[in-house]
């Protein structure tokens, strides 16, 4: 199996909700769904840096990747909640050990600031670079 940090995640929030939640519980947590279900298990779970890492997580790309998590084995099958197996555990630890999120990193407190962010950094990359060629122009 392929890993890539967005499974990586999921399956660390799996974890942390350890058989208490279902799969839809995951996705809405990680694409930030404003709903009181969500907010009180992002904060009962300690997953406010995690609220919403993926807005644009599509529910079609969420399942694919917990069906690629329950064919490798990580994943026990269960009526409605997803319980995980020793081996998920071992593989969040190991990754967790070298990875260190940023330290100021939190989608619940900085999400809705980022799209600002970006927007005016954008917008001031593209008024330096006209007013370099204007100058190119007048001065060359």
């Given at each position: 199996?392929?890993?890539?940090?967005?499974?990586?995640?999921?399956?660390?929030?799996?974890?942390?909700?350890?058989?208490?939640?279902?799969?839809?519980?995951?996705?809405?947590?990680?694409?930030?769904?404003?709903?009181?279900?969500?907010?009180?298990?992002?904060?009962?779970?300690?997953?406010?840096?995690?609220?919403?890492?993926?807005?644009?997580?599509?529910?079609?790309?969420?399942?694919?990747?917990?069906?690629?998590?329950?064919?490798?084995?990580?994943?026990?099958?269960?009526?409605?909640?997803?319980?995980?197996?020793?081996?998920?555990?071992?593989?969040d630890?190991?990754?967790?050990?070298?990875?260190?999120?940023?330290?100021?990193?939190?989608?619940?407190k900085?999400?809705?600031?980022?799209?600002?962010?970006?927007?005016?950094?954008?917008?001031?990359?593209?008024?330096?670079?006209?007013?370099?060629?204007?100058?190119?122009?007048?001065?060359?």
């Open positions: 199996m392929e890993w890539n940090f967005r499974r990586r995640l999921i399956l660390h929030v799996l974890l942390k909700l350890e058989g208490d939640r279902t799969p839809g519980a995951v996705y809405h947590i990680l694409t930030g769904k404003k709903s009181s279900q969500s907010i009180q298990d992002m904060k009962w779970y300690e997953l406010t840096e995690w609220y919403g890492a993926f807005p644009k997580l599509t529910m079609e790309d969420f399942q694919n990747d917990i069906s690629l998590l329950q064919n490798n084995h990580l994943l026990l099958e269960s009526a409605d909640f997803i319980k995980t197996a020793n081996q998920a555990k071992e593989i630890q190991a990754f967790w050990s070298v990875y260190s999120k940023p330290v100021l990193y939190n989608q619940w900085y999400g809705a600031a980022a799209d600002i962010f970006w927007n005016r950094l954008a917008l001031l990359v593209q008024c330096l670079s006209f007013h370099w060629r204007i100058r190119d122009i007048l001065f060359p």
